[in-house]
C-alpha cells in the first residue's frame, strides 16, 4: 500500500526538526568552546579549578582525609607521574604511580622537613632510589615547616621544581588559613569562658544572699529559687555546645530575671513577646542572658524607682530579630563605641563580648545595634539567619 501524501509531509518535517536541532546543538557547543577564549585563558581557568578544587579539601589542615582528596586535583595541576603529601611525622597522601616510593617517602623528605629547602632527587639508587625522579618542597606555616609536598616524574627540570614549590607555597595557605579558623573557635571558646566568670562571682553571690532573705521567712519560696538557681547555673556552666537554641536561651533569661526579681522585687519589670516561629533558631550560646544581665546591672539598678525591660524575638523573613529594651539610666554613645571597639575598659564586658562573637560568627553586619543616650534607656537590637546548616545546637 503507497504511502499517504499526509505521512510523506509528516516524516519529511520530523526530519527537518530532528536536523535543525543537531545543528542548534553544534552550533551551542562551538559556541560554547569558542567562549573559552585562547588557550592560555583555558589553561587558566584549568589550574585556577584545580587549584580550588584542592583548597576545598584543605580547610581543615593537613589530615589524611584532606590530603588525599587534594592530592589528586594537585596532582592534575603539575602534571607529574605521582604526588605526595606529608606532615612532619608521616605520609598522609599518596596519588599516582611509583607507590613502592612511598615507604621510603619520610627517609627521601627528611632534611627537607628539618631544613626547610627544596631538595631535587634523581632516579636511581643514589637518588630516589626508583625509576622517577622527585621533588619535594617544604610546606611552612610561618616559621614552622609542618609537611612537604613531593611531585615524581621521569626528570626533574627548572618546571617542575619552581611548580612544586608554589605548590607547596600555596598549602601553606590553605594550613594557615586552618588554624586561624581553628584559633577563632578557640578564641570564642575563652569568650564564653570569660562570660561565665563574670556571672559566677557578682550574680551568685547576690542570688545566694536572695535566697538565704527567704529561709526563715518564707521557706516554700527559698526551695523554689534554689531549684531555679540550680538550673540556671547547669545550662550557664554546661561544657558543650557554643551554640544553643532562642528558646533555650530565653528560659535561661526566665530563671535570671526570677532571681534578680527575689532581690529587686517590684523595681524589675518585665515584658516578653516572642513569635513562636523563631524559637528554634540557632544562636551563640550565652548571647542573650548577659545584655538582660546588662539592662538590670547598668541600667535599671541605678535607676530610681521601678524600671521596665521590654524583650522581642520577631520573624524577620530569613532572619530573627531579638530586641531588649529598657528605661534605665541609658549610656554615653561615645564612651560604649569606645568599649565596643576595644579602646577602653568599661563596666559593660559583657556587651563587648557578644558583639565580638556575633561578627566572628556571622560577620560585621551582624554585630549588635544598640541605641542609647544618658537618661534615655538602651534599645540593644540583635539579628542572626534562621537557617545555619553549620551550626548544631
Known amino acids: 500500500m503507497p504511502d499517504s501524501p499526509l505521512l510523506t509531509a509528516a516524516a519529511v518535517a520530523v526530519i527537518a526538526m530532528a536536523i535543525a536541532v543537531v545543528v542548534g546543538v553544534g552550533l551551542k557547543v562551538l559556541r560554547s568552546f569558542r567562549d573559552l577564549g585562547t588557550d592560555a585563558e583555558r589553561a587558566t581557568y584549568h589550574t585556577l579549578h584545580a587549584a580550588s578544587q584542592a583548597g576545598q579539601h584543605l580547610r581543615r589542615g593537613l589530615n589524611p582525609a584532606g590530603a588525599s582528596k587534594a592530592s589528586r586535583h594537585l596532582r592534575t595541576l603539575l602534571g607529574c607521574d605521582a604526588l605526595a603529601i606529608t606532615d612532619t611525622s608521616g605520609v598522609l597522601a599518596w596519588d599516582g604511580a611509583a607507590e613502592d616510593l612511598k615507604p621510603r617517602l619520610m627517609e627521601l623528605a627528611a632534611e627537607v622537613l628539618v631544613g626547610g629547602r627544596t631538595a631535587v632527587l634523581s632516579p636511581g639508587p643514589d637518588g630516589t632510589g626508583g625509576a622517577l625522579a622527585a621533588v619535594i618542597a617544604p610546606v611552612r606555616a610561618g616559621s614552622r615547616v609542618v609537611g612537604a609536598v613531593a611531585a615524581f616524574a621521569s626528570s626533574a627540570g627548572s618546571g617542575l621544581v619552581r611548580a612544586a614549590g608554589e605548590v607547596a607555597d600555596w598549602v601553606a595557605v590553605q594550613v594557615e588559613l586552618a588554624e586561624l579558623d581553628a584559633s577563632r573557635t578557640q578564641l570564642m571558646e575563652a569568650e564564653v569562658r570569660a562570660l561565665r566568670a563574670q556571672i559566677s562571682p557578682h550574680f551568685i553571690y547576690n542570688s545566694l544572699n536572695a535566697i538565704a532573705s527567704f529561709i526563715n521567712t518564707d521557706p516554700a519560696r527559698a526551695r523554689e529559687l534554689v531549684v531555679e538557681f540550680a538550673d540556671f547555673t547547669r545550662y550557664s556552666f554546661r ?147 534562621k537557617s545555619q546548616p553549620g551550626h548544631d545546637a
Open 239 to 385: 561544657r558543650h555546645g557554643d551554640f544553643t537554641t532562642l528558646a533555650e536561651e530565653l528560659r535561661c533569661i526566665d530563671r535570671y530575671l526570677l532571681l534578680e526579681r527575689a532581690r529587686f522585687g517590684e523595681r524589675v519589670q518585665v515584658s516578653l513577646r516572642v513569635a513562636p516561629e523563631v524559637l528554634s533558631t540557632v544562636i551563640p550560646f550565652l548571647s542573650l542572658q548577659p545584655l538582660v544581665e546588662n539592662a538590670v546591672r547598668h541600667g535599671l539598678e541605678a535607676k530610681e524607682g521601678p524600671g521596665h525591660i521590654t524583650i522581642t524575638a520577631d520573624d524577620a523573613g530569613a532572619y530573627a530579630q531579638v530586641t531588649i529594651e529598657d528605661d534605665g539610666v541609658g549610656m554615653d554613645p561615645e564612651q560604649l563605641q569606645s568599649m565596643l571597639a576595644g579602646h577602653i575598659d568599661g563596666e559593660h564586658v559583657g556587651l563587648r563580648n557578644v558583639d565580638a562573637r556575633l561578627r566572628q560568627v556571622y560577620g560585621d553586619a551582624h554585630g549588635l545595634v544598640i541605641e542609647t543616650a544618658p537618661g534615655e534607656g538602651t534599645l540593644i537590637t540583635m539579628k542572626v539567619p
